[in-house]
């Protein structure tokens, strides 16, 4: 099912709510818009960007108890388009009223996948526009593909204040073909969202299309390789994994799945089973957004520079998985309610999966004395969500290993954002990648928030580096070098430039818990 035929689909309710971090079912989704359309009266050029669960204070979710009352709260993001202005609220379920309601001067929440598709028809139905790529030689406008994107903030007076894209735009040969394979270079049309009008057509020259498609699926290419035997991966006891509503136990791990359309996938409540208690190790951790900055200075690409969390929502664009391609074995799905431009919940059903993979060898020793061998293998339990921004594909993969180790994976797939130039021309600023088709040099840089919880809310940040000792008294052969902790008690201090050569690594530590040597994680001094 692609996003937009999600957004169509018919809301369903999860399962009851059991826990406080437990997300915001349809009905919570629709009765939050309803409650706060109705206190604020809310008129009809109103966008819902976000309706999600007020998480509650972290005491209260850590102080829980199974059966104990759960207030739920809802928090939500609005944007007036009439006024171009932007609004927090928080909702009470439990009193249906409005608690909170302020203004935030000077911002702009993301854009909604509703704008996405507004904005493309005005595109493509605006004279400016129309006449641009007509000194291109497309007559058909139906067959032009529109990805916005955001316009930063370069200081023009033109632009100040208002909510604009930047129409990137691209030219298929049929309604299936893969546009990214030949964009429309040198038109970029400016839209204002709040008005969802073309402010201007920017025309920095005419430049060929690309003369080669683009194209990858089977309807174009025919028969897959075939030179590969089926993989089967079973379970007749089916998983080792155990799933109470959004609450997971396996081996001995405890966790708790949560999604919002800005994060995405979230996971909360980790802890570790240690002689039959659960000692606490992350609170909640999240992409706290990510930046693609692209390095070609020319023309209007210099303002290329996403914040694909912050700015298009990577919970929004999840796509819904298929076993057999995205998940392979035993699967247990997770849908994600989230919310629409009107406030109206959708489901994206199987937005998150979850399953057990064999990793191979986890420890293993041969005694060449006795000639015996003991070995265990690695098995991890895998939490993944995909999203498609556009062009590419990002896909979050959470592993949990037997041996304690928690491990995030980022995976890129998808295709190359792309631009054209003139026959002949080499780019600086990037790779040819197919006749007269550019892929933009660029990075993506993605910062995850770690709310961390070892063993309690006592935690301390060390960096670790690894130290030569000086050569001298006490090493008198030049070979000594040992582990170094430095304490990082602010922010401030915890700034670095990345440094390789010292093998550097990050240790989060309780020093109020001591280990069965009587020592802290770290020692404090």
């Known amino acids: 099912m692609t996003i937009s035929e999600s957004i169509t689909a018919e809301a369903s309710t999860l399962a009851p709510v059991s826990h406080p971090l437990d997300p915001l079912t349809a009905h919570e989704i629709a009765e939050a818009s309803a409650i706060l359309k109705s206190e604020r009266q809310l008129g009809d050029r109103v966008r819902f960007e976000t309706v999600v669960l007020q998480e509650p204070d972290k005491k209260h979710v850590i102080d829980y108890r199974s059966g104990a009352p759960i207030p739920r709260s809802a928090f939500l993001v609005i944007l007036d388009n009439e006024t171009a202005s932007t609004f927090e609220a928080v909702v009470s379920l ?61 200081g023009y007076a033109d632009e100040e204040g208002r909510r604009l894209v930047l129409a990137r735009c691209f030219l298929r040969s049929s309604p299936t073909d893969n ?77 708790r799945v949560g999604f919002t359309p800005r994060e995405g996938l979230v996971i909360h409540n980790v802890g570790y089973e240690d002689q039959g208690r659960i000692r606490p190790v992350l609170y909640r951790a999240a992409l706290s957004d990510m930046v693609v900055p692209y390095g070609d200075p020319s023309k209007d690409h210099y303002r290329k520079n996403a914040f694909d969390a912050g700015e298009y929502g990577i919970g929004s664009l999840t796509n819904t998985l298929t076993l057999g391609c995205d998940c392979l074995g035993e699967i247990h799905y997770f849908d994600a309610v989230l919310n629409n431009g009107l406030g109206e919940p959708f489901t994206i059903p199987s937005a998150v999966c979850m399953h057990e993979e064999d990793y191979g060898i986890l420890w293993k020793h041969t005694d060449w004395r006795t000639n015996q061998t003991e070995v265990r293998r690695s098995r991890r339990l895998v939490v993944s969500s995909i999203a498609t921004v556009g062009n590419y594909e990002y896909g979050f993969f959470w592993y949990f290993y037997q041996d304690g180790t928690i491990q995030m994976e980022i995976k890129l797939t998808g295709i190359i954002n792309t631009a054209a130039v003139p026959e002949g021309e080499k780019p600086k600023y990037g790779t040819l990648v197919a006749p007269q088709l550019n892929a933009h040099i660029h990075q993506h840089f993605f910062n995850f928030r770690l709310d961390m919880d070892v063993d ?70």
């Open 456 to 525: 309690g809310g006592s935690n301390s940040a060390f960096e670790v580096n690894t130290v030569a000792e000086p050569l001298g008294q006490d090493n008198p052969h030049g070979n000594a070098f040992y582990a170094q902790a430095t304490p990082l008690r602010t922010e401030h201090e915890a700034q670095r430039v990345v440094d390789p050569m010292s093998g550097r690594y990050w240790i989060i530590s309780n020093p109020s818990v001591t280990n069965a040597l009587g020592n802290p994680g770290w020692p404090t001094s």
């Open 94 to 154: 439990d009193e249906r009223r409005v608690v909170s309601w302020k203004h935030v001067p000077g911002v702009q929440p993301r854009v909604m996948f509703d704008e996405f598709l507004e904005c493309e028809a005005v595109v493509r139905a605006d004279p400016q526009f129309l006449a641009a790529i007509a000194k291109r030689g497309i007559i058909d406008s139906s067959l032009v593909m529109v990805d916005p994107w955001s316009a930063g903030n370069y």
């Open 179 to 255: 546009g990214y394979a030949r964009p429309i270079e040198g038109v970029t049309a400016v839209v204002d969202l709040n008005s969802m009008e073309v402010v201007r057509v920017d025309d920095y020259g005419l430049v060929p299309l690309p003369p080669e498609d683009g194209n990858y699926g089977a309807e174009f290419v025919g028969k897959f390789r075939g030179d590969v035997k089926p993989l089967d991966i079973t379970q007749p006891d089916g998983p080792s994994f155990e799933v109470n509503g959004w609450g997971v136990s396996w081996q001995k791990w405890r966790l």
